[in-house]
Structures are given as structure tokens and as C-alpha cells.
């Protein structure tokens, strides 16, 4: 293999562990060799690049047992510049045209620019939803699977030791998060629109236009025990 060939299958190896962590950080470098089928010398390797680069950071899992001695495993998460800059030049001109929006008509029109993006993403997903029957599991894993055909690299996980009384829907890159960081109206429309989908009331935990790495929706599926007592 060229050197030119074997640089572009680093860089590209590389891309797959960004997104990978983007799509699922925290996750730890063993889950991600096991998922990549790469070794652990190599996702070392794609690590350090991305850290350096400022791409990743490091998060210490304080919630797991450790396996024996030594400290906790450590999770990597994406930081906001792993996030791809195409689009920021649209992105400036909605918020500018967003803003003048809401200095000649008022504030309801941006709240009302962001209820029909939020009807319109209620369209596009209902059917996909519905066909997933009346289980919330299959519900919110249809929506994460939607959501990341178009670019919001979503995914549903349960909540609880034993019985399942949650799930996080978890977006770990936002198309629109620069105009949301500006007009979260944005953010609550489109959870608005996730209990409308889901037929649940749910709750927006983080926002990556707040800062987080990743946006988070607790949507409650059972009712713990001892609230039922």
C-alpha cells in the first residue's frame, strides 16, 4: 500500500472512531475496538490524534465498579469541534435572519417559525413510529433510527438495573445547534414534537446547543415500585 493510501485509511479509520464517539460517548476504547473490529493499539493511536486535535476529551466513569485495582475506565466524549464547520456560513444567516425576524414581527414569530419545524419533523417520522407497535422501547428506537437517517446520530438506551422505568433518546450531533444555542425555541418545539411522536410526556435533560456533548431525552416508561406504593 502507497503511503498516500495507507494515510487516507488512517484518516478515514479515524473518522469512523470520531463519529463512533459522537454517536455513542461516553463509550470506552475497548468498546469501541470490539464495535470497529480494531485493535487496541489502534484505537490508542486514532485517540490521541483526535484528543490532540481537540476533537475528544476524556470523562471518568465514576459509576462502574473497577475490575481490580487501578482507577475507573475512562469514556470519551465528542467536544463541540468534532462537529463538522460545513454549513456555518447558512447557519450565521438563519440566525441573522431569525433575529430580524424577531425584531419586526416579535418573539411569537420565531415561536411560531419553530412549532412548524417541529410539525414538519412530526410529519416526516409519525409513520415510521407508529409501525413500531404500542412498546415505548420499539417506539423511541424507531425515532432514534429516523433521526439519524437525517444526520442526528441518535440512539435510544434503557434506564434501570432491573426494570426497564426509562429510556434516554440521545442525539449526539444537531444539524441546527449553532441557531438553536440562539433560539432554543428550537429545543423545545422538537421536544414537543418527540411527545407528540412517543404519546408520552418527556423531558430534555441536555442540549448540545447548551454545551453539552450530547442532547438527552428522558422518556419515562414505567412507574418505579415504591412511587406505585
Known sequence: MSVEHLEESEATTRDRVRDLIIELGPI??????????????????????????????????TTSTPRGRGRPAKRYIATPAAHSPAGEAYAELAVQAL??????????????????????LTTRYRDAVEAAGEDLHARAAALAHALSQDGYAATSRPIGATDTIAVQLCQGHCPVQQIAAKFPQLCEAETEAFADLLGVHVQRLATLAGGEHVCTTHIPVTIPTRAKE
Open 99 to 120: 433575529q430580524q425576524l424577531g425584531d419586526e414581527i416579535g418573539p411569537e414569530a420565531v415561536e411560531a417559525f419553530a412549532r412548524h419545524r417541529s410539525a414538519d
Open 28 to 61: 470506552t476504547a475497548a468498546d469501541m475496538a470490539d464495535r470497529l473490529d480494531l485493535t487496541s493499539a489502534a484505537i490508542r493511536r486514532h485517540l490521541g490524534a483526535l484528543e490532540r486535535a481537540g476533537q475528544i476529551t476524556v470523562r471518568e466513569d
